[in-house]
C-alpha cells in the first residue's frame, strides 16, 4: 500500500490532461486566428469591390 494513497499517479494524469488541454487550445487559437484574418481580407475586398463600383461603375450599367 501507498502511503500517498495514489495522489502522485492522479497528480501525473492530471498534468498530462493539463497538457494536452493546452495543446487543444493552442490549435483552437490558431484556427480561430486563421479564420478571422480570412473574414477581414474577405470584408475588404468586399469594400473595395463597391467603391470600385462606385466609382467607374459596372459593365452591367451599360443596357
Known sequence: MQANGGTSERT??????????KKEKEKLQK????????????????????KANA?????NEED
Do not use: F, P
Open 31 to 50: 484556427e480561430l486566428d486563421r479564420k478571422e484574418k480570412a473574414l477581414a481580407e474577405a470584408a475588404a475586398l468586399l469594400v473595395l469591390g463597391k
Open 55 to 59: 466609382i467607374w461603375g459596372t459593365d
Open 12 to 21: 501525473s494524469k492530471v498534468n498530462q490532461e493539463l497538457r494536452k488541454e
